[in-house]
């Protein structure tokens, strides 16, 4: 079966840095796309960052662009995502998506979520 386990986070001052992990296990797919999402207190859960198998190509949202960077292992079984720069609007529970995507329709799995607090 599809598993996802996320890791690494913790509480870190404003301008610190973090890398959250995401190991993936139990598929085989040509055609996948992986994500990092974050949810704040009392918050809707918004995307902010993509990486697509097609073409390798990333996108990242406007409220991290330039401070965070999603990227693969060489095996692509595990998701990253480099956080610099924190701020205290980054603390959020930041959760790993993979979307498998098949001829006729997609199938889409969620981690479990790590937490994230930036605060001095």
């Known amino acids: 079966e599809v598993q996802l386990a996320e890791s690494g986070g913790s509480l870190v001052q404003p301008g610190g840095s973090l890398t959250l992990s995401c190991a993936t296990t139990g598929f085989s797919f040509d055609d996948w796309s992986v994500g990092w999402f974050r949810q704040a207190p009392g918050k809707e859960r918004e995307g902010i960052s993509c990486l697509r198998s097609y073409d390798g190509s990333t996108h990242h949202a406007d409220s991290v662009k330039g401070r965070f960077t999603i990227s693969t292992n060489s095996a692509k079984s595990t998701v990253y995502l480099q956080m610099n720069s924190l701020q205290p609007e980054d603390t959020a529970v930041y959760y790993c998506?993979?979307?498998?995507?098949?001829?006729?329709?997609?199938?889409?799995?969620w981690g479990q979520g790590t937490q994230v607090t930036v605060s001095s």
């Open positions: 998506k993979i979307v498998l995507h098949g001829r006729t329709m997609d199938y889409a799995y």
